[in-house]
């Protein structure tokens, strides 16, 4: 599976960004995919994560601000990001099956 990650950029605090992640390959093997994120000189953290029967999960601190969804036709998952934070800036990584497979990260960059 491969993963391709989209939408990326810089935001002002408050401001919304999509990112919206494809995968190619042997997509009938997904069960799951998810967004992981990693600031400078931290951990890379859980941000979210969807199956493909449409459960969710979220990070305490983006409940409520953040959404993700999935097209299954186009095997394409997305994370509306909503009422960002500084503190959101970080790189963020999109994975497949809870970590098998991860795209390559894309920057966010929230200035206050």
């Known amino acids: 599976v491969q993963l391709q990650a989209y939408g990326g950029g810089l935001v002002q605090a408050g401001g919304s960004l999509r990112l919206s992640c494809s995968a190619s390959?042997?997509?009938?093997?997904?069960?799951?995919m998810g967004w992981f994120r990693q600031a400078a000189g931290k951990k890379r953290e859980l941000v979210a994560l969807i199956t493909w029967v449409g459960t969710t999960t979220y990070a305490d601190s983006v409940k409520g601000r953040f959404t993700i969804s999935r097209d299954n036709v186009k095997n394409t998952v997305y994370l509306q990001m909503d009422s960002l934070k500084p503190e959101d800036t970080a790189v963020y990584y999109c994975n497949s099956n809870y970590g098998l497979y991860w795209g390559q990260g894309t920057l966010v960059t929230v200035s206050s």
């Open positions: 390959g042997s997509t009938s093997s997904i069960t799951a």
